[in-house]
């Protein structure tokens, strides 16, 4: 079992760059896919990006390819969101998941969640 914990979301201008971080609790990291997700206001919750347990496959959603960087450290138990060319309609709560399954880009596909972020684009 795991517990994400988010940090790193602000207030930031359009076009520039934050970077998200994701500390989890347990020595069992490694056996987990993450993923990140967002919730803008009056929307539901959008998948973002996951990266397998390795850290070897990565899949994002189309509005951030090109973007947006997920990456992971398994030896410190984090994951990380490297958002660039930041657009206004990116403002959400970002949320960091941890997933058993192999596969999948659903909610239902992860396990444990922290309390979100909040990352907010002014233009």
């Known amino acids: 079992q795991v517990q994400p914990v988010e940090s790193g979301g602000g207030l930031v201008q359009a076009g520039g760059s934050l970077r998200l971080s994701c500390a989890t609790s347990g020595r069992t990291f490694g056996n987990y896919r993450m993923g990140w997700f967002r919730q803008a206001p009056g929307k539901e919750r959008e998948f973002v990006a996951v990266?397998?347990?390795?850290?070897?496959?990565?899949y994002y959603t189309d509005s951030v390819k090109g973007r947006f960087t997920i990456s992971r450290d398994n030896a410190k138990n984090t994951m990380f969101l490297q958002m660039n060319s930041l657009k206004p309609e990116d403002t959400a709560v970002y949320y960091c998941?941890?997933?058993?399954?192999?596969?999948?880009?659903?909610?239902?596909?992860?396990?444990?969640w922290g309390q979100g972020t909040q990352v907010t684009v002014s233009s």
């Open positions: 998941a941890a997933g058993a399954r192999t596969y999948g880009s659903g909610s239902a596909d992860f396990d444990y």
């Open positions: 990266i397998s347990r390795s850290g070897g496959n990565t």
